[in-house]
């Protein structure tokens, strides 16, 4: 396993492979988890060479307490990595990443940055789309791995290739669970004991909503998780939407396109997820 810290050094590398090679890219945050592992394992599975790349970006984080609170592991992060045989790990600076301009760009997603995490993260998808573009552009890859947990994201992050016309196809992996249910998530380390034991109850809510809708109306199964989550102690919940997978808009039209979408906070640890309905 290659690390590299300079964007030159790590294409003078990817350049001597590329030719011959195909290249993956996961693009993470860093505080690494079995989630992560998981999309490593698989763009293994279908590439030659895989790049990960540790980067904490500012742009993304409308909340700065969020930003200096986020776990950084970087230390831990390599030896997980070395464990499962990653090719090359790219850990920049934010200077080298964005010289002295640390600012977004401003994009437009043909509304789907406007739903949902678009309405409570104000700029966060211009951040999102920012470092990932710049990564795409350092690293060149044929694929990248995105989780479905971050389902917005990932639908945000096709539509960015498209409309950029890069030659990069986008591979959505399905969402990593703990044995309980939670979806895994670096932010998960931040939970206090008590709402640790209680987000579980977040994904149960979404699997029951999924077995309601069989025979109730979407008007039905918002008020009954609303009225679920009013009940919690330890959970408040900051939404829940039945959206079309494509536009990401709500609809109250039952089709084979819908996903529950929900936002829940643990205290102060801002806990999403969504399921296939």
Not at 84 to 101: G, L, Q, R, S
Not at 139 to 149: C, E, I, N, Q, W
Not at 192 to 208: D, E, G, N, V
Request: glycine share 4%; charged share 30%; aromatic share 10%.
């Amino acid at each position: 396993m290659e690390v590299f810290n300079s964007v030159r050094s790590l294409q003078k590398k990817i350049t001597s492979y590329k030719k011959t090679n195909s290249i993956a890219f996961v693009p993470t945050m860093g505080a690494l988890h079995k989630g992560h592992l998981s999309l490593i394992k698989k763009a293994q599975s279908e590439n030659d060479l895989v790049v990960v790349s540790i980067f904490v970006n500012p742009t993304q984080f409308d909340n700065k307490e969020d930003l200096i609170k986020y776990p950084k592991t970087l230390e831990a992060d390599l030896k997980l990595l070395k464990k499962v045989k990653c090719d090359m790990v790219f850990t920049p600076t934010v200077k080298e990443i964005y010289n002295e301009d640390v600012v977004s760009k401003h994009y437009k997603f043909d509304g789907l940055e406007n739903e949902m995490e678009g309405k409570f993260r104000e700029g966060h998808f211009n951040g999102v789309a920012t470092i990932v573009q710049r990564l795409f552009e350092i690293v060149t890859p044929d694929k990248a791995y995105f989780g479905k947990k971050d389902f917005q994201q990932l639908q945000i992050i096709k539509k960015l290739v498209a409309i950029e016309k890069l030659p990069i196809k986008i591979v959505g992996c399905k969402i990593f669970r703990e044995k309980d249910g939670l979806a895994m998530s670096s932010r998960n380390v931040r939970l206090s004991k008590q709402h640790r034991k209680s987000a579980p109850f977040i994904y149960k809510t979404l699997k029951k909503a999924k077995k309601k809708l069989q025979n109730k109306s979407i008007e039905e199964i918002l008020h009954w998780v609303n009225k679920k989550f009013k009940k919690h102690p330890f959970l408040e919940l900051e939404y829940f939407i039945i959206a079309d997978e494509i536009t990401l808009k709500d609809s109250i039209v039952k089709d084979d396109n819908l996903r529950g979408f929900i936002a829940v906070f643990a205290g102060e640890i801002r806990l999403i997820d969504n399921i296939k309905l």
